[in-house]
């Protein structure tokens, strides 16, 4: 394992999902990778079969350019590498609707299932077999490592029927890997090796399924991996471990590779997975924020008209506005909170005081005497990061025998706490700066080592740099379980407004994000750092590619009581019953602030699966719904037909609103207007009952009118509309924001949406 390959991708644990912007490889010809969409419906009939059509096309501008895959299900086109001059030439072609540069894309549990309140022994509402384990849920990830006990398939039945899907061989994997719970293993490394103008080093990494990182092991057992008694890493959080549907069966694509995930490879794993007949895709990577034309969206759109339920993790740039990615209407998109469980840690200085933070050390506890405490700024060759610790900037003769405190940021925590440990350093702290406020995630450090939130950090700071003779001790300390408040909002979690369209609320919703154990990879030590020899079968990390699975296994779940419910359907019973306070009434917190977090943090509120599968009402959407969105956005006919593969055009004689886009949220932009009329459709999925709609509105500036104010169902299935009116005061500030929320009841149900309105 290089160190290059391991250093960069430990920062896939906690930034998942950074886009790197368009990705252009020089091999000599000045050859890129470019994504070719065709308009299938277009094929002269003088050919047989379409990809003879692609061939000739591309024929007839390179005689030599390989064609590295045929598109068939998530677009219509294919891929291949081209010299610029070559992909303006294609571009005029007939039947050529868009010549696209390739993108590259970067990634971004044991208690989880009872802190959801899905109990092993009390899942009525979930069935035990049956239609559960014919579920299949794909993950778009890093690979699979097939011998972890999550994915044995002692206790389940045949393959579904409908499964069209297999395992392929290559690198340290067979087919006879998979079994009966893992029954879809591929890899799509044609965009990645053109991108190195050769094969995969196989000696470095593994040209096959294989999870060589964890990241892809992690999401796919915790959305199903199977039970697993004592499962714990280091002895940390043991217990039970099980994926969300842990009835249902996984299949997984490898699309990542060492550096990154190139979009040619993840479109040739949607569009194999959307082949082989998986119910729910999973897709733990980024996507563009700017438009919903990029290969995730695409792909995610044409899963979607199979049916298919696809969650995307909403990105890990946090607490800032307008970070979340993956916004596409037709996907949800997953905010982070924590669990009730944390991993203490005690930080005890030598005045006596002492702070908690987080750890997941389990080696040689620090000598029983107070050391010396340095601020790394204090103690570091590099006058600007000196307090980052980075690579090579601490002053042995300064650490060496001391108690380092480094500060968040540039490197994983668990890296510096290697360059300390390099430097002669016997322990660290590591602490929050503003933007992470209190959150703790918890590290299983190279050395006695601790996280600690921002308010302690300042406190721990200012002794070291005051105090004649500073000293500090850390002490290790159990789980604990039934922390409260719990959950609360990750800080990294990213947040709305929704960049690309403001009148879309994003993130949907929010699930376990933070300090979640699942099953790793063999490959590497659970911090990733190549010298470790240490390897677990289950690792402790955080990240809204965390979160995502935890939805994906929900929506599995929902999928297996309802078979019949589209994924608009499935996704809107998770929103309407997603709760945004504690048990004794008071809002969500957001653990950057400590303050209440708000929509554009958790969207509709954190995941509430025992209520999502009878919701009552639901907001449905279809594929023509979503293209009528992007015509309301005026996307232009390559645009349109790129999504749509070609068969639909906007209809200029029709008034297309993004307002009646029939979502399971409200977001209003003030742009000089003082009134904004929404329309909304419910179908009812309970029994019959007469609905009454309650609007909340946090401030005077918007006040929220419902007509009719009262819906009465007779049947299942029957739809009604109903539309929303808010009046706001246009004199706000550019900036300001107010929230609120419209819910219908019968009594028995409570259908809530969350209003977020934003001033430009
Ligand atoms: C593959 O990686 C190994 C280990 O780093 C290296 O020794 C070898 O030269 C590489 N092979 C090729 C073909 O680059
Ligand atoms: C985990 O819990 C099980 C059951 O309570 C126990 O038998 C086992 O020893 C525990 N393992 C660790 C590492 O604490
Ligand atoms: C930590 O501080 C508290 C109160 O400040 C004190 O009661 C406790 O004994 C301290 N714990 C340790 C291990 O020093
Ligand atoms: C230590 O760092 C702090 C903060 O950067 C600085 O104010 C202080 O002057 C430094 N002290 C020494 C002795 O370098
Ligand atoms: C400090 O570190 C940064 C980041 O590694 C580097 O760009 C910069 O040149 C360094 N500055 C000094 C004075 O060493
Ligand atoms: C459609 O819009 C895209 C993005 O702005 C642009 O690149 C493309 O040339 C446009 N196509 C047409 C047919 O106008
Ligand atoms: C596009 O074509 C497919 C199959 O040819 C069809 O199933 C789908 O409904 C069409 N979509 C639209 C929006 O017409």
């Known amino acids: 394992m290089s160190s290059s390959f391991l250093s960069s991708t430990t920062s896939f644990f906690f930034i998942v999902l950074l886009y790197l912007g368009s990705f252009h490889v020089s091999d000599g010809s000045q050859k890129a ?27 007839s501008v390179s005689e030599s350019a390989e064609m590295l895959y045929t598109y068939n299900n998530a677009i219509h086109g294919f891929a291949t590498r081209l010299t610029p001059e070559e992909a303006d030439t294609l571009m005029s072609q007939p039947g050529v609707i868009s010549v696209q540069p390739e993108q590259r894309y970067e990634l971004h549990t044991t208690r989880t299932p009872q802190f959801l309140g899905l109990d092993i022994h009390n899942s009525g509402l979930f069935p035990e077999t049956g239609p559960s384990s014919d579920v299949v849920v794909g993950v778009i990830d890093t690979g699979v490592w097939p011998e972890s006990k999550s994915f044995s398939d002692e206790g389940y039945g045949p393959i579904p029927s409908t499964w069209k899907g297999g395992c392929d061989a290559g690198t340290r994997f067979t087919a006879s890997l998979c079994n009966r719970k893992l029954i879809g293993a591929r890899f799509f490394a044609r965009g990645y090796e053109s991108s190195l103008t050769g094969q995969v080093n196989e000696s470095k990494e593994s040209r096959s399924p294989r999870d060589d990182e964890g990241h892809g092991t992690h999401t796919a057992s915790t959305a199903a991996g199977s039970v697993v008694e004592g499962a714990n890493l280091l002895g940390f959080a043991n217990g039970t471990a099980r994926g969300i549907a842990y009835r249902a069966r996984v ?22 997975a959307i082949e082989d007949n998986v119910n729910i895709l999973s897709i733990s990577i980024s996507g563009s924020r700017t438009v919903y034309t990029d290969s995730t969206a695409i792909g995610a759109f044409a899963a979607m008209e199979r049916g298919i339920f696809v969650s995307c993790s909403a990105g890990n740039d946090g607490p800032f506005p307008t970070s979340v990615a993956n916004v596409a209407p037709w996907v949800t998109t997953v905010g982070a909170g924590t669990l009730d469980r944390d991993f203490p840690a005690l930080m005890i200085l030598g005045n006596g005081k002492n702070y908690t933070g987080a750890s997941l050390f389990r080696g040689n506890a620090l000598p029983a005497k107070l050391l010396p405490l340095v601020y790394a700024g204090n103690v570091s060759n590099n006058a600007t990061y000196g307090n980052l610790c980075f690579p090579g900037t601490l002053i042995s003769e300064k650490v060496k025998g001391k108690i380092v405190m480094c500060e968040k940021g540039g490197i994983n925590p668990a890296n510096k706490g290697e360059v300390v440990k390099a430097a002669g350093g016997l322990g660290m702290i590591v602490a929050n700066t503003r933007s992470r406020g209190e959150e703790l995630q918890a590290y299983a450090f190279l050395l006695p080592a601790a996280a600690v939130g921002r308010k302690a950090a300042d406190i721990i700071r200012n002794y070291a740099l005051t105090d004649p003779n500073p000293t500090a001790s850390i002490l290790f300390q159990p789980t604990v379980l039934n922390v409260q408040p719990s959950p609360v909002l990750a800080a990294f ?40 020899p240490l390897r677990v079968e289950f690792n402790i990390i955080s990240g809204t590619s965390m979160a995502c699975p935890h939805v994906s296994g929900l929506a599995a779940l929902l999928k297996s ?3 019949e419910w589209s994924p608009a359907a499935i996704r809107s019973a998770l929103m309407t019953t997603a709760y945004n306070t504690y048990k004794d009434g008071k809002p969500l917190l957001d653990i950057a602030t400590v303050q209440p977090s708000t929509p554009f943090g958790h969207g509709a509120g954190h995941v509430s699966p025992t209520t999502a599968v009878n919701p009552g009402l639901i907001y449905d959407l279809t594929t023509v719904d979503y293209l009528g969105f992007l015509c309301a956005l005026n996307y232009n006919s390559s645009q349109i037909k790129m999504v749509s593969r070609g068969n639909y055009t906007c209809d200029h004689r029709k008034t297309y609103s993004v307002a009646d886009l029939n979502y399971p949220s409200f977001a209003v932009t003030v742009d000089g207007y003082g009134t904004y009329k929404y329309t909304r459709t419910v179908t009812n999925v309970g029994g019959a009952g007469t609905y009454s709609v309650r609007v909340t509105s946090e401030t005077m500036a918007v006040k929220i009118s419902v007509v009719p104010e009262v819906l009465n169902f007779k049947e299942v299935n029957e739809k009604k509309s109903y539309s929303v009116t808010f009046t706001v005061d246009s004199s706000k500030p550019s900036g300001s924001n107010s929230f609120g929320s ?19």
């Not at 299949?251 to 194999?272: N, Q, S």
């Not at 369209?501 to 790793?520: F, H, Q, S």
């Open 33 to 59: 990778t470019y994504i070719v969409h065709m308009a299938k419906a277009q094929m002269p009939s003088s050919f047989d079969h379409h990809s003879l059509w692609y061939d000739s096309s591309l024929r």
């Open 251 to 272: 299949a997984v694509y490898k699309v990542c590779w060492r550096t990154g995930c190139h979009d040619t490879d993840i479109l040739a794993g949607i569009d194999k």
């Open 742 to 760: 419209i819910e219908w009841s019968d009594g028995k149900h409570v259908v809530a949406s969350p209003v977020a309105v934003s001033w430009t």
């Open 561 to 563: 009581v309802h078979p």
């Open 493 to 532: 979690s990213s947040r709305g407004p929704n960049p690309i369209t403001p009148n879309i609320l994003k993130p949907d919703l929010i699930a376990p994000g933070v300090n979640i154990l699942a099953a790793w990879t063999g490959a590497v030590s659970p911090i990733g750092i190549p010298f470790d």
